[in-house]
Antibody, heavy 117, light 107 residues
Framework: QVQLKESGPGLVKPSETLSLTCTVS????????VSWVRQPPGKGLEWMGV???????AYNSALKSRLSISRDTSKSQVFLKMSSLKTEDTATYYC???????????WGQGASVTVSS | DIQMTQSPSSMSASLGDTVTINCLAS??????LSWYQQKPGKSPKLMIY???NLEDGVPSRFSGSRSGSDYSLTINSLGYDDEGIYHC?????????FGAGTKLELK
C-alpha cells in the first residue's frame, strides 16, 4: 500500500539548516508528485513546495530563498532542505503524495522539528 | 497569494446533526478545492477533492459544494468519529493555500 515516512532531527539550532527525508513506498516518484506541508503547533497548514514526477520543483515564494526539494528515485526518497532556520520554523513537517496535482491523497505521519538554541 | 477564508473557526454539534463548514476564496479557483480532516496528533486525511468529489473510502455522509467562490463541506448524521479539524485547500495555483481550519466538536 501507499506509504510515506518523514525522518530527520527533532531539534535544530537557529541559523542552521534543516534536512528532512521522506521515504515512500507503494508508488513511483516518477509517476506522482510529492509535496511538503508544515504545521506550527496549534496552527494551520502551510504548503511549502512540490517536486513533480519529472523532477521539476515549485516553492512557496515566502520560503523560496531558503528552501530546496530534491529526490533520489533509486531510493524512493524525497529530500527537504531549509536554511537559516528561525524559531518560527518550529513545526510538524509532512510529506504527501500529490496525485493530480494538488490533491494530496496520502500523507506521512509527520516529523516534529523544534528550532531552539 | 490566494486567501482562503474559512468559517466558523470552531463549532459544537450534537450526534446526528448536519453541519456545514465554509471557505471563501479571494479569487476564482474553479473547482480546485479540497477538504481535509485532521484528528489530534495525526496527519490530514483527504475527504473531498475537485470541490465535490468524494475520496475513496470516505462515507457518503460527507459532501462538498460550490457557489461561485464559496465552497462548503457538509456532514450529515454527525458521529463521534467526525470530530477533528477540517481544512480547506486551494490548488488552483502556486503557492497552494489552506484555510485556517475549523475545529468540530460533538456535544
Amino acid at each position: 500500500q501507499v506509504q510515506l515516512k518523514e525522518s530527520g532531527p527533532g531539534l535544530v539550532k537557529p541559523s542552521e539548516t534543516l534536512s528532512l527525508t521522506c521515504t515512500v513506498s507503494g508508488f513511483s516518484l516518477t509517476s506522482y508528485h510529492v509535496s511538503w506541508v508544515r504545521q506550527p503547533p496549534g496552527k494551520g497548514l502551510e504548503w511549502m513546495g512540490v517536486i513533480w514526477g519529472d523532477g521539476s520543483t515549485a516553492y512557496n515564494s515566502a520560503l523560496k530563498s531558503r528552501l530546496s526539494i530534491s529526490r533520489d528515485t533509486s531510493k524512493s526518497q524525497v529530500f527537504l532542505k531549509m536554511s537559516s532556520l528561525k524559531t518560527e520554523d518550529t513545526a510538524t513537517y509532512y510529506c504527501a503524495r500529490d496525485a493530480d496535482p494538488g490533491v494530496m491523497d496520502a500523507w506521512g505521519q509527520g516529523a516534529s522539528v523544534t528550532v531552539s538554541s | 497569494d490566494i486567501q482562503m477564508t474559512q468559517s466558523p473557526s470552531s463549532m459544537s454539534a450534537s450526534l446526528g446533526d448536519t453541519v456545514t463548514i465554509n471557505c471563501l476564496a479571494s479569487q476564482d479557483i474553479g473547482n480546485y478545492l479540497s477538504w481535509y480532516q485532521q484528528k489530534p496528533g495525526k496527519s490530514p486525511k483527504l475527504m473531498i477533492y475537485g470541490a465535490t468529489n468524494l475520496e475513496d473510502g470516505v462515507p457518503s455522509r460527507f459532501s462538498g459544494s460550490r457557489s461561485g467562490s464559496d465552497y462548503s463541506l457538509t456532514i450529515n448524521s454527525l458521529g463521534y468519529d467526525d470530530e477533528g479539524i477540517y481544512h480547506c485547500h486551494q490548488y488552483y495555483e502556486y503557492p497552494n493555500t489552506f484555510g485556517a481550519g475549523t475545529k468540530l466538536e460533538l456535544k
